[in-house]
């Protein structure tokens, strides 16, 4: 009797949910990139109070790349809430948008390089110049591997490896995705008020 008093006073145990060995290591590298960033900024904001700094523009092409990174993790989210739905020409129509968007981020980017040349801007000569193009071609870089991610993604949706039973790389494509679109807008915005 008393057993069963007990019983009725104790709250159900919830089962606590493991963390995917591959989600553990996404979240490890996002830590070190981040910190990769925090150490470029940190650099330039101790570069910039030594002097001989040259002040410009930042250039409207890293604007344009940043309403791009935007909607690309729009279209990530929108992706992954397909796959939770099985909605599998979604998916693929989702991620390839994701991917296209992330190939034009790499063109603004390009274009926004080119801007830097025109106004005498360069990666070799004042540190303002070559810290913007150090940053932001880190940070490109990490994009494109993004862009791999999400064409690996591509191909594992016509395989049929992706679905709501087996979510785990479209997740963890879909978490680097926004943790490069929210470092993209950190770095835009830094760049913006330092420069």
Known sequence: ????????NMAPVKKRQKLHPK????WV???SVFMIFAGFTSGYIVRRADGNWVEFVLPVGFLYSTILVVLSSISAQWALIQARKDNLDRV?????????????FILAQLNAF??????????????????VYIITGIHALHLVSAIIVMFV??????????????????RLGTIYWHFLGILWIYLYIFLLIMN
């Open 23 to 26: 989600e553990f290591l996404m």
């Open 29 to 31: 590298f996002l830590v």
């Open 1 to 8: 009797m008393m057993e069963a008093a007990m019983q009725g």
């Open 114 to 131: 080119n801007q830097l040349v025109e106004i005498g801007m360069f990666l070799v000569g004042n540190p303002s110049g070559s810290f």
């Open 92 to 104: 693929k129509v989702g991620v390839g948008i994701t991917a296209l968007l992330g190939i034009a």
């Open 153 to 170: 993604i591509f191909a594992n949706v016509f395989r049929y490896r992706v679905h709501s039973k087996n979510l785990l790389g479209i």
